[in-house]
């Protein structure tokens, strides 16, 4: 139907392929997908957010975003294949967040390169809520 989907979001984050598998599923789908970040919107949780149609934050909600982190195991070849891989498929993955965020790509990576922290209100200033609910 029409009638929005509300998500609610208190997280720490998580795997990247099963927030991807969440961020396909939104784009699926007609309705709208409003969320709201009650207390945390971290890594994958803040990535999961710049996706929604509407973005609301409560008044001391934080987020966060940063680079991804992973490990490998195993013989080189394999490693240096996988690593190769990796980072196309998170630079892809960068350039959409940056054009969620209407920011400039490099300006987005020095950003979260040492993690980028955010109260609400540098939230909103970016854009990565659209209202601060404090009522």
């Known amino acids: 139907g029409d009638d ?5 979001i208190n997280s720490p984050g998580g ?3 099963a927030g991807l598998i969440v961020v396909d599923t939104m784009k699926t ?4 997908i409003h969320c709201i970040v009650e207390s945390s919107a971290y890594s994958m949780a803040a990535i999961l957010l710049t996706f929604c149609d509407k973005k ?4 001391h909600a ?4 940063h680079e991804a982190s992973y490990g490998t195991q195993g013989e080189d070849p394999q490693n240096r294949s996988k690593l190769d891989f990796l980072t196309k ?3 892809a993955l960068h350039v959409e967040i940056a054009k969620n965020l209407k920011m400039d790509l490099k300006k987005y990576r020095a950003r979260i390169r040492d993690a980028w922290w955010m109260l609400a209100d540098e939230a909103k200033s970016i854009g990565l809520i659209d209202e601060i609910i404090a009522r």
């Open 29 to 32: 789908v007609a309705a709208p």
């Open 4 to 8: 929005p989907i509300w998500m609610r």
């Open 89 to 91: 498929y998170l630079d």
């Open 56 to 59: 609301y934050g409560m008044e």
């Open 15 to 17: 795997s990247v392929d």
């Open 62 to 65: 934080t987020f966060m975003l």
